[in-house]
């Protein structure tokens, strides 16, 4: 099996996992829409423009496209924008399932300790900035879960 192979497994497995969370434990999308109010594809913090997401590194690599799929959308000029994270340049980002799960090293849901909760998933608004782990954590009968 060659290594694109495996990494298209893991990807699934991963986006599987990120699914199953949603039915199994109560967790929400990690990310935003284009184009939403409530939960933008982006937002701004600190002057600078980030990509809606919940992650364990202080800048995600990626590149912004429009919905139609072409590159070069400026998400400072609008709000239809979509980021598509590099798997790639991401090597050091250890979470979230739930919105980088094409990232060979993203392997988990981030925890509170592990990420900024600033952005406006819909996760962290519906569950009032309780990251994700924490919700899976919480859950009744999970109490044998191993934090990471």
């Known amino acids: 099996m060659s290594s694109s192979s495996n990494g ?36 701004k913090h600190r002057g600078r423009i980030l990509p809606t997401g919940a992650y364990d590194v202080g800048k995600v ?41 094409h990232v060979t090293s993203a392997a988990k849901f981030c925890s509170e300790n592990s990420t900024s909760l600033a952005a406006p998933t819909k996760h962290n608004v519906l569950c009032k900035g309780s990251s994700a782990m924490d919700v899976i954590l919480q859950h009744p009968g999970e109490e044998s879960i191993t934090r990471f």
Not at 20 to 27: N, S
Not at 33 to 39: C, H, K, R, S
């Open 8 to 43: 298209s497994l893991a990807s699934s497995a991963k986006l599987f996992a990120a699914e199953f969370a949603k039915l199994r434990y109560g967790v929400f999308d990690d990310l935003g829409y284009p184009g939403d109010a409530m939960y933008p594809s982006h937002f």
């Open 61 to 101: 690599e990626g590149t912004w496209l429009h919905r139609n799929g072409a590159p070069g959308c400026d998400p400072a000029g609008g709000s239809r924008c979509v980021f598509l994270p590099d798997p790639e340049a991401n090597g050091n980002a250890t979470c979230s399932l739930g919105f980088l799960p």
